[in-house]
């Protein structure tokens, strides 16, 4: 009789949290980080960077990423190094006048495929990214906020929206988290560059 296998070396991942977010059911918003927004809002370099490395991780991880940009013709392109990891995950940002970001990235109809979790990014935290996510709540998704990349021009514009989100239903997170819980295991094929890009984020 074969020797029971040690439970560390099956390659089997234990039953999943249904809060814990999976790559097959999500998909990456990012909201309006752009030319002239960006450099009025606080710390925008950390929170373009923490956005790349979201958006790089999750064309790693086969994560679908939509994006999407504020009257562009009055506030601007997307911002490097933003635009370029969006290039890279063959995403245009569509134009929006709209503060929701919803109906812009098209996920305003009410969820019909395995894709239910959203993941959130961008600016302003209290504008456009709260009301994106409240849109998508309306709509079914279980919303995630990737608080550090994530910002607004009043540093307490953008705590008072975590909470209220936080309120509301909503997962406030870190962009770490979520590409770990996207991975969940050292095993996959992807960590090895998953773990590259959080070295050098």
């Known amino acids: 009789m074969p020797a029971e296998r040690d439970p560390a070396d099956r390659p089997e991942l234990?039953?999943?949290?249904?809060?814990?977010?999976?790559?097959?059911?999500g998909r990456l918003i990012v909201v309006d980080l752009q030319a002239k927004l960006l450099p009025h809002i606080e710390d925008g370099a950390r929170v373009a960077?923490?956005?790349?490395?979201?958006i790089r991780g999750a064309r790693a991880l086969g994560v679908e990423?939509?994006?999407?940009?504020?009257?562009?013709?009055?506030?601007?392109?997307?911002?490097?190094?933003?635009?370029?990891a969006l290039a890279e995950a063959s995403t245009e940002p569509a134009a929006k006048t709209t503060f929701g970001a919803a109906a812009a990235v098209k996920l305003t109809e009410a969820i019909s495929d395995r894709r239910h979790q959203a993941v959130l990014c961008g600016v302003e935290t209290h504008v456009c990214v709260a009301q994106t996510a409240l849109e998508l709540m309306s709509a079914g998704y279980a919303v995630h906020v990737a608080a550090d990349a994530c910002g607004s021009r009043r540093t307490r514009d953008h705590e008072i929206a975590l909470a209220r989100l936080t309120a509301e239903g909503a997962t406030v997170t870190s962009a770490e988290a979520v590409?770990?819980?996207?991975?969940?295991?050292?095993?996959?094929?992807?960590f090895a560059a998953l773990r590259d890009l959080v070295k050098t984020a």
């Open 65 to 84: 990423v939509r994006a999407t940009e504020q009257a562009p013709d009055k506030l601007g392109p997307t911002v490097e190094p933003v635009a370029g």
């Open 49 to 54: 960077g923490r956005a790349t490395l979201l």
């Open 14 to 25: 234990p039953p999943e949290h249904p809060a814990l977010l999976a790559p097959s059911a």
């Open 179 to 190: 590409l770990f819980e996207w991975c969940r295991s050292a095993k996959h094929p992807a």
